[in-house]
């Protein structure tokens, strides 16, 4: 079974902070996504990765960054907390298009970061 | 750049009786199209997808889905539902690049 591990359940930070949250998948895959999942919003996409170093802004980077230095490892970093960033996050892996002709992603637990 | 809406936030039916999610994508290609559900405190898991090839497709839990092009939908259906299918239910859709969007979700009530 694909296994994506988020290396926290629960995370509260004070604004100001820098913040880094772990992402590990287990399957070989290319792609990654950071996602945050708020009531009513569904989930939006942060950032995409493709390939090791290569990554793509989704519908709401700002304020987020990310870093893909392993291919198994994808790390979103908030650079200065706000209480506007407290939501759920959510990582996602799947393999590439080119490879299998588009799979579906496997996801994370999440991680419910609180921001006080 | 693709993008998903799904039109009902809420949606309350009988146990029993049938249900139809509405999705409609916008993508310049042919998109790759899937169906996630996510119970309460719990993860996403998948339904059900469409790459290519049959336009109606079949997924767990007794879920079914029909891609039309020509209205840019996948509307996900159950011809019975039960009450533990009361969850949050998420459309997306994937470029060929693999970039992987959802829309808003739909949240399903299921009355006895």
């Known amino acids: 079974d694909v296994k994506v591990t988020q290396s926290s359940r629960y995370l509260v930070k004070r604004t100001g902070e820098k913040v880094f949250l772990e992402c590990v998948q287990d399957m070989d895959h290319e792609n990654m996504f950071w996602y945050r999942q708020d009531p009513g919003l569904g989930l939006r996409l942060i950032y995409f990765s493709y390939d090791v170093k290569m990554k793509e802004k989704g519908d709401i980077p700002e304020g987020y960054s990310v870093s893909r230095e392993k291919k198994e490892r994808f790390s979103l970093i908030l650079e200065s907390a706000s209480t506007n960033q407290t939501s759920m996050y959510l990582c996602a892996s799947s393999l590439s298009s080119y490879r299998a002709g588009g799979t579906e992603a496997f996801f994370g637990q999440g991680t419910r970061l609180t921001v006080v | 750049a693709q993008s998903v809406t799904q039109p009902d936030i809420h949606i309350t039916v009988s146990e029993g009786a049938s249900l139809e999610l509405r999705c409609n994508y916008s993508?310049?290609?042919?998109?790759?199209l899937f169906w996630y559900v996510q119970s309460p405190g719990q993860g996403l898991q998948l339904l059900l997808k469409?790459?290519?090839?049959?336009?109606l497709v079949q997924g767990i839990k007794g879920f079914e889905a029909e891609f039309k092009r020509s209205q840019s939908s996948f509307n996900l259906r159950k011809p019975s539902v039960h009450w533990s299918d009361a969850a949050e239910y998420f459309c997306a859709v994937s470029s060929n690049t693999g970039k992987l969007i959802f829309g808003q979700g739909t949240t399903l009530q299921v009355k006895p």
């Open positions: 469409y790459f290519s090839g049959d336009t």
């Open positions: 993508y310049g290609a042919t998109p790759y």
